[in-house]
């Protein structure tokens, strides 16, 4: 029931921006805290990004605070990862993530490549 779909991933130059979209349906949208995270090739997947779903509380991995921000609109069920002065440690396939009932839900995942 539970489904989340990201898009907007490309590739881009470093310094570059991107904003990544996760269209999310199956459950109320606007109680939930989102989550974005990322993973490259024989690494674990590391947490990018919250926004929580009461008060719209942000919180950023240390490696990310300052150009990446995320946003949710919750009459469009979307959550938004805005990532801004790109650099090439940033190319990772990135996740949208929920919590619902226990259970961790994961998109399909969206491709970033950052070239240096």
């Known amino acids: 029931q539970v489904q989340l779909v990201e898009s907007g991933g490309g590739l881009v130059q470093a310094g570059g921006s991107l904003r990544l979209s996760c269209a999310a349906s199956?459950?109320?949208?606007?109680?939930?805290?989102m989550n974005w995270y990322r993973q490259t090739p024989g690494k674990e997947r590391d947490l990018v990004a919250v926004?929580?779903?009461?008060?719209?509380?942000?919180h950023y991995a240390d490696s990310v605070k300052g150009r990446f921000t995320i946003s949710r609109d919750n009459d469009k069920k979307t959550v938004y990862l805005q990532m801004n002065s790109l650099k090439a440690e940033d190319t990772a396939v990135y996740f949208c993530?929920?919590?619902?009932?226990?259970?961790?839900?994961w998109g399909q995942g969206t491709q970033v490549t950052v070239s240096s």
């Open positions: 199956g459950f109320p949208f606007s109680r939930y805290t």
């Open positions: 926004i929580t779903g009461v008060g719209d509380s942000r």
């Open positions: 993530n929920v919590v619902y009932w226990g259970k961790n839900y």
